[in-house]
């Protein structure tokens, strides 16, 4: 079971960006997908962004699509996801998520089994 740490949320006026690192305490970061998930209040979680254990390949949802960019450093056990132009719809807490190597499709929200602490984004209009 792989520790996830989630950093980089705060308060940014609409327009603005932030990003987000999502750090992994195993040896195998490089082995399993992983995944941005975010929650508003009163909402459903669901999944905004997604990498393949390889890297090769990404996912994003419609709504975020041309503004945020996930991406992976395996060597550094680390994942992040850069927020552009950021809008007051994104305000919501994110999750940092991992899936097993042979779990599911990386952009299936129920490939994810292993989830972090959450960083709180708020967008201001």
């Known amino acids: 079971q792989v520790q996830l740490v989630e950093s980089g949320g705060g308060l940014v006026q609409a327009g603005g960006s932030l990003r987000l690192s999502c750090t992994a305490s195993?040896?195998?970061?490089?082995?399993?997908?992983m995944g941005w998930f975010r929650q508003a209040p009163g909402k459903e979680r669901a999944l905004v962004a997604a990498?393949?254990?390889?890297?090769?390949?990404?996912y994003y949802a419609d709504s975020v699509k041309g503004r945020f960019t996930i991406s992976r450093d395996n060597a550094k056990n680390t994942m992040y996801l850069q927020m552009n132009s950021l809008k007051s719809e994104d305000t919501a807490l994110y999750f940092c998520?991992?899936?097993?190597?042979?779990?599911?499709?990386?952009?299936?929200?129920?490939?994810?089994?292993?989830w972090g602490q959450g960083t709180q984004v708020t967008v201001s209009s």
């Open positions: 195993g040896r195998t970061f490089g082995t399993f997908p």
């Open positions: 998520a991992a899936g097993g190597r042979y779990s599911g499709s990386y952009y299936e929200a129920t490939t994810y089994n292993t």
């Open positions: 990498i393949a254990w390889g890297g090769a390949y990404t």
